[in-house]
C-alpha cells in the first residue's frame, strides 16, 4: 500500500508540475498578445487620427476654395492620407492572414528576368528621386519559372523600401542569381546599418529599425516579409 500510494502521489506531482507548466506558458502568451494588442490600438490611433484629421481640415478648406489650383492642392492631400490610411489597413490584414490563417501560394508561371528588371528599374527611379544610386545584376536568370510572383515581389519592395529609405546617400546594390531552382537574393546599402540589439527585435510586428528617424512606416514591413519568405519556402 504504501509503495502505490508513493507512485499515486508521484504521478499526482507530475501532472500538476505539467500543469504548472502549461498556466505559465499561457501566462506569457497572454502577455505577449496584450502587448500586441497595446501596439495594434498605438498604431493604429497614431497613423490613422493624423490623416483623417488632414482630410477634415482640407475637406473645409476645399469647400471654402473658389480657386482650382489652390483647391487641387487639398485634394491632393486627401488624396496622400487616404493612401496612407490604405496602405495601414492592408498591412495590418496581411499580418493577420500571416499570423492567423495562414496564406496559400498561387504558383503560376512567369518570365525571371523581365519580372528582376522590371523591379530594378522601378526601384532605380525610386533611388535617383533621392539622389541614390541603385546597382542591380541578375545572373542567370534567363528562364520561365513557377512560383508566386506577387508575393515574392512584396518582399523584394519591402527590403528595397528599407534600403532607400535609411540611406541618406551612397549606393544601394540589388543582386540575385538563380541556382539549382533557388533563386538567392542579395540587397546591400550604404545606410545607417543595424546593430545587434536592432537584429534580435527588427522582424517583429510594429518595430522600427531607427526609433529616432521620422520616417514612414508603420513597422510591419519586415514581419511581413519574413512570413511571405517562410510562405515562399524559402529562408
Do not use: W
Not at 10 to 28: F, T, Y
Not at 70 to 88: A, G, N, P, T
Not at 188 to 208: A, N, Q, V, W
Amino acid at each position: 500500500l504504501f509503495i502505490i500510494s508513493f507512485f499515486i502521489i508521484l504521478s499526482d506531482l507530475r501532472k500538476e508540475e505539467k500543469i504548472k507548466i502549461k498556466l505559465q506558458q499561457s501566462v506569457l502568451e497572454n502577455e505577449d498578445l496584450l502587448e500586441m494588442c497595446k501596439k495594434i490600438i498605438l498604431t493604429v490611433s497614431h497613423d490613422i487620427r493624423g490623416p483623417l484629421g488632414n482630410i477634415h481640415n482640407c475637406v473645409d478648406l476645399a469647400s471654402e476654395t473658389r480657386e482650382k489650383k489652390k483647391r487641387e492642392i487639398y485634394l491632393e492631400d486627401i488624396r496622400h492620407s487616404c493612401h496612407h490610411i490604405l496602405h495601414l489597413v492592408n498591412d495590418l490584414m496581411d499580418a493577420y492572414r500571416i499570423n492567423e490563417v495562414g496564406v496559400l501560394c498561387n504558383d503560376m508561371p512567369f518570365y525571371l528576368d523581365r519580372f528582376l528588371q522590371r523591379i530594378s528599374e522601378e526601384f532605380s527611379r525610386k533611388a535617383i528621386a533621392k539622389a541614390l544610386i541603385l546597382q542591380s545584376e541578375h545572373q542567370n536568370s534567363s528562364f520561365i519559372v513557377k512560383g508566386d510572383a506577387d508575393k515574392l515581389e512584396q518582399v523584394l519592395a519591402n527590403l528595397l523600401t528599407n534600403a532607400i529609405k535609411f540611406t541618406p546617400s551612397g549606393t544601394i546594390s540589388f543582386h540575385s542569381r538563380y541556382l539549382e531552382g533557388k533563386l538567392q537574393v542579395e540587397i546591400r546599402d550604404t545606410g545607417i546599418g543595424m546593430d545587434e540589439e536592432t537584429l534580435k527585435r527588427i522582424f517583429s510586428p510594429f518595430e522600427r529599425a531607427a526609433q529616432n528617424i521620422n520616417s514612414e512606416g508603420f513597422g510591419l514591413g519586415l514581419f511581413l516579409t519574413k512570413g511571405l519568405v517562410k510562405v515562399l519556402d524559402g529562408t
